[in-house]
């Protein structure tokens, strides 16, 4: 069994969440921008007779194509011999069905996807290897137990499978996981390398790194993450990353079900999971090994992901992070222009306008008062962005004061930074800090906006308390 199987609640949560990332990639598809947002997890709709079935032979539509050769990774990468599909959801004389190497295919016999089946298998069978072969992941427990991993190509309502499915992976009632893509995601490669990622993440060995709670975003940012390092160029890559600078405040680990009270539940919320893989990209281009990102779900450990990130990264994490927001509030310029530009594009066709709040407070020109943000306080692993307005070019100096602790008594921590106009671009500075949450930054602003990004970098990995502080902003 998955080692962060989801309970009952968790499960209708994915369900529902399915609905709004389908709405996402149904953009891409149409776009042509070629980029998946997989989602959704399944409980199991039950098997037609009661258990596996062996149907075999012509009458179930089986053929096997054969093994890929592993070359040097044979001895890291299992063959299996003897492999059984496993009929759980249709009867044998419904579907048809097509095997290779560890995989089956499933699809109602009604629709037409034998074009659709060879290049599946690729793309599933190069993560399999990938994943094993360079990652150092597992299997999910199908083969052991002698049967193929499922895929279905479903088509909702309209075939023999369970309506409620959407994209992403579940677990049947015999512990085996398995795959449903409708079919432009199942011909999407980004797609399949997100939830083809999923598949082997099903057997880790670290309870920290469980589907649930403040630990369940990261399945879905490293599955994200691991399609955008495959596929880097794709215009939709990072199709969720408005999401982020949309409502900064929100933790790092914010996901479905571990959100604060109050806290809204529409696609802005609710895909940031999908777009904070966008933080490892950035991280990885700083240096980071991006093994750590995946190494974390079989080292056995308790810790969260988010405390598993802070104790392989170190003390260099915090201000890696402020780094990464000010970035971000630079229009995501460490991304393509094209990459950047389709993400706005997103959050129009998408994002309820009325829940985005991307400035903690808005000034026009200095002002010499104390100030508190009123709402939306930056929570742990979380930033706020102050944006001042000139009509004329000013040296702006602004000043930090953050609270000791936050609401629910952690310490505080805060890093500074600053982003100023510059050649049609922005430049960041680097603010600085007296201590854990006192800081000033002093910079020469054209006519314009000029942000300046307060970061939440406590030695805190979970929960919603927010921290406190007050600021203002002079001229020189």
């Not at 959704?40 to 258990?51: F, N, W």
């Not at 980004?190 to 649930?212: D, K, L, M």
């Not at 571990?258 to 539940?265: I, L, M, Y």
Request: glycine share 12%; with cysteine; net charge negative.
């Amino acid at each position: 069994m998955s080692a962060w199987e989801a309970d009952a609640d968790i499960v209708g949560a994915m369900r529902s969440s399915t609905r709004l990332f389908l709405a996402t990639l149904a953009s891409l598809l149409a776009l042509g921008c070629g980029d998946g947002s997989g989602a959704g997890s399944h409980p199991d709709g039950g098997g037609v007779d009661g258990g596996p079935v062996d149907a075999g032979g012509p009458d179930g539509g089986l053929e096997d194509a054969g093994s890929p050769d592993l070359g040097d990774d044979a001895g890291v990468v299992p063959i299996y011999e003897d492999l059984r599909p496993n009929y759980v959801f249709a009867e044998a004389a419904d579907v048809e069905v097509r095997t290779m190497d560890v995989f089956a295919i499933w699809w109602d016999r009604r629709f037409e996807h034998e074009e659709d089946v060879p290049t599946l298998f690729a793309r599933l069978m190069d993560v399999r290897r990938d994943c094993l072969g360079r990652l150092g992941m597992a299997d999910p427990p199908n083969m052991a137990d002698g049967f193929y991993y499922n895929v279905y190509i479903h088509h909702g309502a309209d075939d023999v499978f369970p309506e409620g499915w959407g994209n992403g992976q579940g677990t049947n009632r015999f512990g085996h996981p398995f795959l449903t893509m409708p079919p432009g995601a199942a011909r999407d490669p980004s797609n399949v390398a997100h939830e083809g990622f999923h598949i082997f993440q099903y057997e880790a060995t670290s309870p920290g790194f469980a589907y649930r709670g403040d630990s369940q975003w990261f399945i879905e940012t490293t599955a994200q993450h691991y399609a955008a390092s495959r596929y880097p160029d794709v215009v939709g890559a990072f199709v969720e990353v408005g999401a982020l600078s949309s409502n900064p405040q929100l933790t790092m680990w914010h996901s479905f079900g571990n959100e604060a009270p109050g806290d809204a539940r529409d696609w802005l919320y609710q895909v940031r999971q999908y777009g904070m893989h966008a933080m490892l990209f950035y991280f990885e281009q700083e240096g980071v090994d991006p093994a750590i990102f995946t190494e974390g779900f079989y080292a056995g450990t308790s810790l969260l992901p988010q405390e598993y990130l802070a104790q392989e990264i170190g003390a260099e994490l915090p201000e890696l992070f402020a780094d990464w927001a000010a970035h971000n509030t630079a229009g995501f310029d460490y991304l393509t222009p094209a990459q950047a530009e389709r993400a706005a594009l997103e959050l129009d066709l998408v994002a309820d306008a009325e829940n985005i709040f991307p400035f903690a407070a808005e000034l026009s020109g200095p002002n010499a008062e104390w100030q508190r943000p009123a709402e939306r306080l930056p929570r742990s692993w979380a930033y706020n962005v102050i944006r001042v307005t000139l009509d004329a070019p000013a040296e702006l100096h602004f000043e930090l004061e953050g609270d000791a602790t936050g609401s629910e008594g952690a310490t505080s921590r805060f890093q500074l930074r600053a982003v100023v106009p510059d050649d049609g671009g922005f430049a960041i500075a680097e603010g600085t800090m007296d201590d854990a949450t006192n800081g000033r930054s002093v910079v020469s602003s054209p006519a314009g906006d000029t942000f300046f990004v307060v970061a939440s970098v406590p030695d805190h990995y979970r929960g919603n308390q927010t921290y406190g502080y007050r600021f203002r902003v002079t001229g020189g």
